[in-house]
């Protein structure tokens, strides 16, 4: 079974600097996608970035990008110029390719922005 | 605003009895998945429905049930409700099996 990690329960970073959130997974497939999605206080569940296994070119998505390690079957989010609206909780998630295609997600991690 | 709706948005009841949270999925998307979230458990997937028919199933009790009707919503019954089934309840849908999935706001679930 897929699994995922979260190994920081919280992290803290000040307005405007850069802070990477970490990730792991266990799957023993070779094609699948990966996710990082926001919930912030309102409990609304966003899609922040996603990263299909077959790239090898880490994904972008404005202030927000990805490290993959597919070898290591780690996937960070790298967030730079923090703002204070990415308070929020980040659930890191994978999906296998396929149409039975639920999303696993990690334990999450909270995010504070502090001036 | 994702443009899949849940109602209600809170529910209160008691233990024992039994209710039915509803789905409206994007315009033009087939499958509909049903996550809990609760304090224990995380994030968790319970079912999925494409174009009417299950198409996956996890974690989820046999006092739960869920449809999906042919105009597309769903709804997931909760019955012999238990303190523990407290939660919030997210719907999420997609186009097809393979595309990205677009969360509701999500029904919240208080069991007394």
């Known amino acids: 079974a897929q699994t995922v990690t979260q190994s920081q329960p919280e992290m803290s970073v000040q307005e405007a600097e850069t802070v990477t959130l970490s990730c792991t997974y266990d799957?023993?497939?070779?094609?699948?996608?990966l996710f990082w999605y926001k919930q912030p206080p309102s409990r609304q569940m966003i899609l922040v970035i996603r990263?299909?296994?077959?790239?090898?070119q880490n994904a972008t998505e404005n202030r927000f990008s990805v490290n993959f390690q597919k070898a290591a079957k780690s996937f960070s989010l790298k967030i730079s110029d923090s703002q204070l609206g990415d308070a929020a909780m980040y659930f890191c998630?994978?999906?296998?390719?396929?149409?039975?295609?639920?999303?696993?997600f990690g334990t999450g991690t909270r995010l504070q922005v502090t001036l | 605003d994702s443009g899949v709706t849940q109602t209600p948005k809170h529910l209160i009841t008691a233990t024992g009895q039994r209710v039915t949270l509803r789905c409206s999925p994007r315009?033009?998307?087939?499958?509909v998945y049903w996550y809990q979230q609760s304090l224990d458990q995380g994030l968790q997937f319970l079912i999925q429905?494409?174009?009417?028919?299950?198409?996956a199933k996890g974690n989820i009790l046999e006092r739960f049930s869920a449809q999906q009707f042919p105009d597309l919503h769903s709804e997931l019954n909760l019955s012999s409700l238990e303190l523990g089934d407290s939660a919030l309840y997210f719907c999420?849908?997609?186009?097809?099996?393979?595309?990205?999935?677009?969360f509701g706001p999500g029904t919240r679930l208080t069991v007394l």
């Open positions: 999420a849908s997609s186009v097809g099996s393979n595309n990205e999935q677009f």
């Open positions: 799957t023993s497939e070779s094609d699948y996608y």
């Open positions: 990263q299909e296994a077959y790239k090898q």
């Open positions: 998630a994978y999906r296998r390719t396929g149409t039975a295609s639920k999303l696993t």
């Open positions: 315009s033009g998307d087939l499958s």
């Open positions: 429905y494409y174009n009417g028919e299950e198409r």
